[in-house]
């Protein structure tokens, strides 16, 4: 009970001190409260700010790392479509190289095809120039040719490229040849690049071998895959090089 009475006393004793405060005291003391409650709330305010600060800091960094990065996709994007760009070039240039060469191989074929029938028509009038004659040359020598030739007179006749051309002057020379018992090869040569192709004789000699002649003037000849054959398979000077088509020698065949 003396307990309770000893803090009643102070409580009042507090009061009436407060009650004995002038009235502008009171109002400093509720000023600093406020003061104080104030600076509480500036330090939980500067400390937000200070979070807020450093979070829209990390915000910025995080937002120029995405803009390089975009930029680095924009690049990315730009070298493939460069890409994409060549190679779409690229499949047009061997699309369109795949068409010549398609182009090129039906040209190709049709000039086969034209050849070897040149090949089996020329075959066949060699086969029927032949029909009839049995004869023994083995040994013709070099000097029997230029004999023969002296003699035979194919050479004056006049070419056509219509009715009579190296193939008939061939011809003519290998029958007169057959008719003397001399045995005469018919040899086929075709140009370069499609240019045609020509006919002259061969003849199997005892002592130099296989001879070539030129049936339209007699002239003696040296054929070659690859050389041109009327300014290089004959001495200098003698004939010149067409002017409207290459006759360099690509393929040549004796029909024995």
Same mark, same amino acid.
């Given at each position: !009970?003396?307990v309770?009475?000893?803090?009643?006393k102070g409580?009042?004793s507090s009061?009436?001190?407060?009650?004995?405060?002038p009235p502008?005291?009171l109002w400093q003391l509720?000023?600093?409260? &406020?003061?104080v &409650? #104030? !600076?509480?709330v500036?330090?939980?305010?500067?400390y937000?700010?200070?979070?807020i600060? %450093?979070?829209l800091e990390?915000t910025k /960094?995080?937002?120029?790392?995405t803009q390089?990065?975009? +930029?680095?996709?924009?690049?990315t994007? $730009?070298?493939?479509?460069?890409?994409? +760009? *060549?190679?779409e070039?690229?499949l047009?240039?061997?699309?369109?190289d $795949?068409t010549q060469?398609?182009?090129? #191989?039906g040209?190709s074929q049709?000039e086969? &095809?034209?050849?070897?029938?040149q090949l089996a028509e020329v075959? *066949? #009038?060699?086969?029927?120039?032949s029909?009839?004659?049995?004869?023994?040359?083995?040994?013709?020598s070099?000097l029997?040719v230029?004999n023969?030739? +002296?003699k035979?007179?194919?050479?004056? =006749?006049?070419?056509? *490229?219509?009715?009579? /051309?190296c193939?008939?002057f061939?011809?003519?020379?290998?029958?007169?040849a057959?008719?003397?018992?001399i045995?005469c %090869?018919f /040899?086929?040569?075709r140009?370069?690049g499609?240019n045609g +192709?020509h006919a002259?004789v061969a003849?199997?000699?005892s002592d130099r071998g296989i001879?070539y002649?030129e049936?339209?003037?007699?002239?003696?000849? /040296?054929?070659?895959v690859?050389?041109q054959y009327?300014?290089e398979c004959?001495?200098? %000077?003698?004939?010149?090089?067409? &002017? =409207?088509?290459?006759?360099?020698?690509?393929y040549m065949?004796?029909?024995w």
């Amino acid at each position: !009970m003396k307990v309770f009475d000893k803090v009643k006393k102070g409580f009042l004793s507090s009061v009436n001190f407060f009650k004995a405060l002038p009235p502008v005291r009171l109002w400093q003391l509720l000023a600093v409260f &406020a003061l104080v &409650a #104030l !600076m509480g709330v500036s330090a939980g305010l500067g400390y937000s700010l200070a979070r807020i600060s %450093g979070e829209l800091e990390d915000t910025k /960094t995080d937002l120029a790392s995405t803009q390089t990065a975009l +930029a680095d996709t924009r690049d990315t994007l $730009l070298d493939t479509q460069n890409e994409l +760009a *060549s190679t779409e070039d690229s499949l047009t240039a061997v699309q369109n190289d $795949l068409t010549q060469a398609i182009i090129d #191989l039906g040209h190709s074929q049709a000039e086969a &095809a034209d050849y070897a029938a040149q090949l089996a028509e020329v075959q *066949s #009038l060699y086969d029927n120039l032949s029909q009839g004659y049995s004869f023994i040359a083995n040994n013709i020598s070099y000097l029997d040719v230029i004999n023969f030739l +002296a003699k035979d007179k194919t050479d004056l =006749n006049l070419y056509n *490229s219509d009715t009579y /051309t190296c193939f008939n002057f061939t011809a003519d020379v290998i029958s007169s040849a057959l008719e003397q018992h001399i045995w005469c %090869g018919f /040899t086929y040569i075709r140009f370069t690049g499609g240019n045609g +192709a020509h006919a002259l004789v061969a003849f199997n000699t005892s002592d130099r071998g296989i001879v070539y002649f030129e049936p339209q003037t007699d002239d003696e000849a /040296t054929p070659e895959v690859g050389k041109q054959y009327w300014t290089e398979c004959f001495p200098a %000077g003698l004939f010149n090089s067409p &002017a =409207n088509y290459d006759d360099t020698i690509e393929y040549m065949v004796i029909i024995w």
